[in-house]
């Protein structure tokens, strides 16, 4: 088994209470029920490490905090308590990725 991509849009007040969340089980059980609720869920399955390497031509794990089309995959920020690979990207770096895809 591999590790699996979604990717969702949380909302404002959704992101601030993840930042303030202190244990992975209150993490990953917020985020498993902000994904049922999403209706922009995407899950591309085990695609992501395919994906980041047709767009950056290194695999994931070569992740690269400058270049945007990395960003698209693995996001920006890593959510660093957690055993399993959680990160996001906040609203204002959307556009740069967007311009680079």
Known sequence: MGLIANYSCLSDANLKELKAMGSEEEILESVEEWNDEDELLL??????????????GVGTDHKDDNNPLSQAVLGITAVEELSDYL???????????????
Do not use: N, R, S
């Open 43 to 56: 899950d591309i399955d085990k695609m992501w490490d395919v994906l980041h390497f047709v767009l950056t």
């Open 87 to 101: 990160a996001y990207t906040e609203h204002d770096k959307l556009a740069d990725i967007v311009a680079a895809l």
